[in-house]
Nanobody, 120 residues
Framework: QVQLVESGGGLVQPGGSLRLSCTAS????????MSWYRQAPGRERELVAS????????NYADSVKGRFTISRDNAKNTVYLQMSSLKPEDTAVYYC?????????????WGQGTQVTVSS
């Protein structure tokens, strides 16, 4: 059974930091592109950051470049999102995603989401 379990969300003041974690089970974690998405009220879900294995190559949304860092630990089946210099506009539900595509198959898994609120 595939599971993605996020943790680490919460309430933080502007300028603060949070680290989100997503622990996976039920699939070969190291074979998947791992990403964080977010969705704010009334807005579409957007890609925040992605990381590829084994190269560790990363990709970030322009809005978070220089403030957020995505990383993964394949031994722990876990992907992280370190968020710094948080702004009120970072407030959203953050979702973990695992994706593997080939010409024959597409495997696309989502976590349940964790709320991040940036407010004074």
């Amino acid at each position: 059974q595939v599971q993605l379990v996020e943790s680490g969300g919460g309430l933080v003041q502007p300028g603060g930091s949070l680290r989100l974690s997503c622990t996976a089970s039920g699939f070969v974690f190291s074979s998947y592109v791992m990403s964080w998405y977010r969705q704010a009220p009334g807005r579409e879900r957007e890609l925040v950051a992605s990381i590829i294995s084994p190269s560790g190559s990363t990709n970030y949304a322009d809005s978070v470049k220089g403030r957020f860092t995505i990383s993964r630990d394949n031994a722990k089946n876990t992907v992280y999102l370190q968020m710094s210099s948080l702004k009120p506009e970072d407030t959203a539900v953050y979702y973990c995603n695992a994706l593997r595509e080939s010409i024959f198959h597409r495997y696309d898994y989502w976590g349940q989401g964790t709320q991040v609120t940036v407010s004074s």
